[in-house]
């Protein structure tokens, strides 16, 4: 029983289920792990240069909240080559899920429904309690692909908000442009609120990455630059879409996160002009090599970005199917993590290519 003295919406929070797993695997030794979501790469050289200089040079305080002026004009300038025919508010935020924070609180009323699909990040439903609202799903499974009879289904009157992950967390699955440009349209056209989560965006390996932001001007977009350069630690974000909500968010940070790091904010100028090209051709051949791995035992859509494989467990419980894999010494996350369901496994390849081919073999053997 919780604590009286502690506020009702907590009794709606609850402990991720990736940190249930490190819970079970904590005595392991050597474990070979695949669960988290944490690139395998250090943060490149000339960006971490660019944090020495800005601590010498002492950036150590507050910034505008909104981040610094150089940082942003570097983006509205990306975003105006990006979305010519658009004018785009942007701001810097503590992190993609700092942005998420700030936008669901500027959105969500208590009893307000946000609609996701099934699977979706683990941080979002616990987002939507903390604002007094209500996650609806709509079901993707087998394909992940958006079905918007489905979608259509799941709008009542208290909708407020459709959230879309693209390229997905859990999944790895890139929504086609078409895809993207109908939902677009279904949101604009009912007066919902369409939030992009794109924090993989540069994860994209079989066609180029697209957002539904390109389609109505309309839509929130929250963006990160952690995954992309390694820097998950430094809480690097960023949101972009129209002003009305870009200030709201602003002026709900003054009062929260107050503004991004300030060392953190000048180190991403210099990570704008670093070329992570040839990080993401190995991701893409970690990709490869895993799949390659497990498709002749094992079910599953084969990701275009991101960096994991949501496979089909071999047993009617993936969460049985995940401890049995630890106890094998490998570290894997349950599906319904991320999902109503019980029927997969998150695989993080973002690991060495030993630590990847030991999973495999782990893998292999259980299925066998």
């Known amino acids: 029983m919780s604590d009286p003295r502690l506020a009702d919406?907590?009794?709606e929070i609850t402990i991720s289920g990736i940190r249930r797993i490190f819970e079970l695997a904590k005595n392991l030794k050597d474990p070979i792990d695949l669960s988290i979501g944490q690139p395998h790469f250090d943060v490149p050289e000339p960006i971490k240069r660019a944090a020495h200089n800005a601590i010498e040079g002492g950036a150590n305080g507050y910034t505008v909240t909104q981040g610094i002026p150089a940082l942003r004009q570097r983006l509205s300038e990306i975003l105006r080559q990006k979305y010519p025919n658009q004018d785009r508010s942007v701001m810097i935020t503590s992190g993609t899920s700092g942005g998420l924070v700030l936008a669901l609180m500027c959105l969500v009323n208590p009893g307000d429904e946000v609609i996701a699909f099934d699977p979706y990040f683990v941080m979002y439903p616990n987002l939507v309690s903390l604002c007094g609202g209500r996650l609806v799903t709509v079901d993707t499974y087998p394909t992940f692909?958006?079905?918007?009879?489905?979608?259509?289904a799941a709008v009542s009157p208290r909708t407020k908000v459709v959230i879309v992950n693209s390229p997905a967390n859990p999944t790895g699955v890139v929504?086609?442009?078409?895809?993207?440009?109908?939902l677009a349209d279904f949101c604009r056209e009912r007066g919902l609120v369409l939030l992009s989560d794109e924090i993989y965006h540069a994860?994209?390996?079989?066609?180029?990455?697209?957002s539904p932001a390109e389609f109505d001007e309309n839509v929130l977009v929250v963006d990160g630059f952690g995954k992309t350069y390694g820097m998950t630690g430094?809480?690097?974000?960023?949101?972009?879409?129209?002003?009305?909500?870009?200030?709201?968010?602003?002026?709900?940070?003054?009062?929260?996160?107050?503004?991004?790091?300030?060392i953190a904010q000048h180190a991403t100028l210099a990570a704008l002009d670093f070329d992570v090209t040839p990080i993401i051709?190995?991701?893409?051949?970690?990709r490869d090599r895993i799949c390659a791995g497990l498709r002749d035992r094992y079910d599953f859509v084969t990701p275009g970005g991101a960096f994991y494989v949501f496979v089909k467990a071999p047993s009617p419980s993936a969460t049985a199917f995940v401890e049995k894999a630890i106890a094998n010494n490998l570290l894997i996350i349950p599906g319904k993590t991320f999902s109503r369901k019980d029927t997969h496994f998150r695989i993080s390849f973002?690991?060495?290519?030993?630590?990847?081919?030991?999973?495999i073999e782990v893998l292999n053997q259980l299925a066998r």
Not at 175 to 182: E, K, Q, V, W, Y
């Open 234 to 262: 430094w809480r690097m974000g960023f949101a972009h879409g129209p002003a009305w909500i870009i200030e709201e968010m602003s002026k709900l940070q003054q009062f929260t996160f107050v503004c991004a790091p300030s």
């Open 203 to 210: 994860f994209c390996y079989d066609e180029p990455f697209h």
């Open 281 to 286: 051709a190995e991701y893409r051949r970690k």
């Open 9 to 11: 919406r907590l009794s």
């Open 145 to 152: 692909q958006i079905d918007l009879r489905q979608l259509e």
């Open 175 to 182: 929504l086609p442009a078409a895809a993207l440009r109908s």
């Open 350 to 359: 973002a690991a060495s290519d030993a630590t990847i081919d030991r999973g």
